[in-house]
């Protein structure tokens, strides 16, 4: 299946120009890796922004010699470069795409390349079940202060009651799929959900195989019904 979910053009600029949350930065990368149309899109941006660099400093160097642009040219151009380059440095490397098998598969290929500087050998990966048919797995990232990212995994089959979100969340499918039945659309490999405080949703996990997302949360959901609040609470989201 083709993805069709992707991120909002502002994090691919972010991304692109080097200046996003880590979090978010991850997700755009690790989608990227799987989604060509984004992977062009960002290296458009990113030669986008060269060329102007390129520009801003031959203009710079227009100025009459002595002046105070003609000093400070050579430097804006290297800070400038610089820049360019770290961003050019961080594009993601194409993962080959190997479905997992039933019941979670194969999970090496699961995770693309740049998440797989964040996680443990897939064997590893301490689970902590949270409810009945889900667990999570927090990555650590050092020094890292934004929202938290994490790993979840979630039993096919497994509904999610109707909830809204108190901030961005980003939820990559790197395995089964998700149906959100209020927005009428399907997650498969690849896609990227994205909720917001306006987004109030219903969500099930598709038959098939086990579902694995690579998700940032800004804040915890809020479930319309009482029962459901609970059981996120329990869960950490
Ligand atoms: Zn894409």
Not at 69 to 97: H, I, N, Y
Not at 131 to 145: Q, T
Not at 185 to 193: E, N, P, Q, T
Request: charged share 20%.
């Amino acid at each position: 299946m083709p993805i069709e979910h992707h991120p909002l053009p502002e994090h691919l600029a972010e991304y692109a120009a080097g200046v996003g949350e880590i979090g978010v930065d991850l997700v755009v990368a690790c989608h990227a890796t799987l989604c060509p149309t984004c992977r062009a899109e960002i290296e458009a941006m990113e030669q986008l922004g060269g060329a102007m660099a390129e520009r801003g400093a031959n203009e710079h160097r227009a100025g009459p010699p002595g002046s105070v642009e003609a000093a400070t040219s050579s430097f804006d151009m290297d800070a400038l470069v610089g820049k360019t380059l770290r961003a050019v440095d961080r594009l993601p490397v194409q993962v080959p795409v190997q479905a997992g098998g039933p019941g979670g598969g194969v999970l090496g290929p699961v995770f693309p390349a740049p998440l797989r500087a964040y996680l443990p050998a897939p064997s590893d990966i301490a689970w902590r079940r949270v409810l009945p048919g889900a667990a999570r797995f927090d990555l650590e990232v050092p020094g890292h202060r934004g929202p938290p990212m994490h790993l979840k995994k979630l039993q096919p089959g497994l509904r999610i009651p109707q909830h809204g979100h108190r901030g961005q969340e980003f939820d990559l499918v790197l395995q089964g799929g998700i149906k959100d039945h209020t927005r009428a659309r399907v997650f498969d490999r690849g896609d990227l959900s994205y909720a917001d405080a306006s987004t109030e949703h219903a969500l099930s996990i598709l038959p098939g195989e086990e579902c694995i997302t690579f998700s940032v949360a800004e804040a915890s959901v809020e479930a319309s019904h009482w029962l459901a609040r609970m059981l996120y609470r329990k869960a950490g989201w």
